[in-house]
């Protein structure tokens, strides 16, 4: 996800979008996003208070825009710059299941929570739900191959 259409902007099919990616480029003219499974040029664009103005191939009216609010802008992964070592993006560790080191199995990363000092993941077990910290004392491994993230068992942590 690289944006989230949160209403119309003007009678013309433009829409306002709230920008998910920290790269602004993905929102320049002749880029290609997908929305809905269909890929849509980007015909124009402009920054205006913390969103994007985006003018899309095939969106020529407000309410063909005013249709697609609450919808997810998207790139393929092919086209998602790799990180540095030891560094995901969250569409890769959202499912993860993951375990502490004396095999004890936690749940799943249903989601993530972004704060000032670090992330949290929430993971969901069978019967609770735990906070982890996304921080290097707590998180040891990250096996995206085999979906699984080995956490180390701080005092308190999980009570």
């Known amino acids: 996800m690289v944006g989230r259409v949160l209403g119309t902007w003007?009678?013309?099919?433009?829409?306002?979008?709230q920008p998910l990616t920290d790269n602004p480029e993905r929102f320049q003219p002749g880029q290609t996003v997908w929305l809905r499974g269909v890929p849509r040029r980007i015909e124009a664009s402009r920054a205006q208070k913390g969103q994007?103005?985006?003018k899309l191939s095939g969106v020529a009216r407000a309410e063909e825009a005013e249709a697609l609010r609450g919808e997810v802008l998207e790139v393929p992964i092919a086209e998602v710059p790799a990180l540095s070592e030891d560094w995901y993006y969250?569409?890769?560790?959202?499912?993860?299941?993951?375990w502490t080191e004396d095999g004890?199995?936690?749940?799943?990363?249903?989601d993530i929570l972004e704060t000032g000092a670090n992330d949290v993941y929430i993971v969901r077990g069978a019967d609770r739900e735990y906070?982890?910290?996304?921080?290097?004392?707590?998180?040891?491994?990250?096996?995206?191959?085999?979906?699984r993230m080995t956490i180390r068992e701080l005092p308190g942590l999980l009570e």
């Open 90 to 98: 969250h569409f890769q560790l959202v499912g993860l299941q993951v």
């Open 10 to 17: 003007g009678l013309r099919g433009d829409l306002r979008v």
């Open 131 to 147: 906070l982890i910290p996304a921080i290097a004392e707590v998180v040891q491994q990250v096996d995206l191959e085999a979906g």
């Open 52 to 54: 994007v103005i985006l």
């Open 104 to 110: 004890r199995f936690l749940g799943a990363i249903a």
